[in-house]
């Protein structure tokens, strides 16, 4: 199967790229080298630093003003996504970690847009259910524990506005999904790529961002 015009991503290029992105403004390089700094065993949760201004230009891109994020981690994604909301627009996440989330909640203060974000401590998929039922979320980024990725999408379809964008991180899992003896998490979300590209409510495509980035726009 030919790859197209694929071109190699050198470390060279990937700067290159970066420079020709927005770049991180202070609160967000801030948040990054914390993040490195504070917890280097897990910084490799956190988004790959184009996926920050890809989220904020989804948001200006779709106007949205309802957003849920499932998985805060140190909340890059959060402050990327709520700096680029109205000032009126709302940003539910969803996380289990107080510690992880302290420097989220310490940075999204620093930035002017706490008043933005609802940050919600408990199991995502309870959170999720408790949410109105009827369609009324404008975007959605989930970027959490892989083996409820599936659980977290049937929750959230329902919920989404014609029209609304779903965005799902690690849709490669560092491609462990092309294993056909894949276990664990690689498996997981082997059976989330199968279960949306079967999914009729939604039109999707994915990208080779990062560790893969899936688009899907609710019917």
């Known amino acids: 199967m030919a790859k197209g015009n694929g071109t190699p991503l050198t470390d060279e290029l990937y700067a290159y790229m970066l420079g020709h992105n927005p770049p991180l403004d202070p609160v967000q390089r ?26 904020a230009f989804l948001v200006r891109l779709t106007g949205a003003r309802r957003i849920v994020e499932v998985g805060t981690f140190t909340g890059l994604s959060a402050l990327s996504m709520a700096q680029a909301l109205p000032p009126d627009g709302t940003l539910l996440t969803c996380d289990v970690s107080e510690e992880w989330t302290e420097h989220a909640r310490h940075a ?12 919600r401590i408990a199991p ?47 849709v490669f899992f560092h491609g462990g999904v092309t294993d056909p003896d894949a276990t664990g998490f690689a498996a997981a979300i082997k059976d989330f790529n199968e279960h949306v ?7 999707s495509v994915m990208l080779s961002v990062a560790d893969g980035l899936t688009l899907a726009r609710r019917r």
């Open 30 to 55: 801030m948040l990054v080298e914390v993040t490195h700094t504070e917890l280097p065993l897990v910084a490799g949760k956190q988004v790959a630093e184009e996926q920050g201004p890809l989220l």
């Open 108 to 119: 999204w203060a620093k930035a002017g847009v706490a008043d933005r974000v609802e940050l």
């Open 124 to 170: 995502a998929i309870e959170t999720l259910r408790g949410l109105p039922a009827e369609p009324h979320i404008d975007m959605v980024f989930i970027d959490a524990d892989k083996d409820n990725y599936v659980a977290y999408w049937d929750e959230l379809v329902p919920r989404m506005r014609p029209g609304g964008l779903l965005v799902v991180d690690n």
């Open 197 to 203: 590209k079967a999914d009729d409510r939604v039109d």
